[in-house]
């Protein structure tokens, strides 16, 4: 299987503050990189698809990029709505994987 | 608009199985593959497989293979996920998904 490996495990950060997390996939998988965002007791939402493709509705102050094995999903300008548990996934080839998530928290 | 709305909690014995639903609304149901994944409690999400509701067709991740199935009814546009052989380990939330939309959970709670 495709391990994912997402860092940090959790990030500290303030409203208005850049954030950035990262992906790695334990083999080359193109662009084949979705981002979900999570919060406490409710269904994963989706971000990107594509690696850096926003679902419709998504503002733009989300952005990923990556190709092979290296991702990143970047948040800007922070808000309270956006602290929340991110996952990132591979879909290139089966079993879909997951990373082990980032929580995002208050500084 | 696109909606996918699981069935209720579930409580089972160790050894039973749970069958989960997700009905689907506000699109062409063949279309869209539909995965299921589950998260244990304060756990991540884990990918257990998907189903292609064109023709019933589907991938199980191999931990689940024997134990999972998944199948569709095209005459209500929903799927379904049966676990058999339940252990306490088990005892998560099962959600269905389509790549963009995610149903709202299903808990399913592994119990003597």
């Known amino acids: 299987d495709i391990q994912m490996t997402q860092s940090p495990s959790s990030l500290s950060a303030s409203v208005g503050d850049r954030v950035t997390i990262t992906c790695r996939a334990s083999q080359g998988i193109s662009n084949y990189v979705a981002w979900f965002q999570q919060k406490p007791g409710r269904a994963p939402k989706s971000l990107i698809y594509?690696?850096?493709t926003l679902q419709s509705g998504v503002p733009s102050k989300f952005s990923g990029s990556g190709s092979g094995t290296d991702f990143t999903l970047t948040i800007t300008s922070l808000q309270p709505e956006d602290f929340a548990t991110y996952y990132c996934q591979q879909y290139n080839t089966y079993p879909y994987t997951f990373g082990q998530g980032t929580k995002l928290e208050f500084k | 608009q696109v909606q996918l709305v699981q069935s209720g909690a579930e409580v089972r014995k160790p050894g039973a199985s749970v069958k989960v639903s997700c009905k689907t609304s506000?699109?062409?149901?063949?279309?869209?593959?539909i995965h299921w994944v589950r998260q244990a409690p304060g756990q991540g999400l884990e990918w257990m497989g998907i189903?292609?509701?064109?023709?019933?067709?589907?991938t199980y991740a191999q931990r689940f293979q024997g134990r999972a199935t998944m199948t569709r009814d095209t005459s209500t546009s929903t799927v379904y996920m049966e676990l058999s052989s339940l252990k306490s380990e088990d005892s998560a939330v099962y959600y269905c998904?389509?790549?963009?939309?995610w149903g709202q959970g299903t808990l399913v709670t592994v119990s003597s």
């Open positions: 506000g699109y062409t149901f063949s279309i869209y593959y």
């Open positions: 189903i292609n509701p064109g023709d019933g067709s589907t």
């Open positions: 998904a389509r790549d963009d939309f």
């Open positions: 594509a690696a850096s």
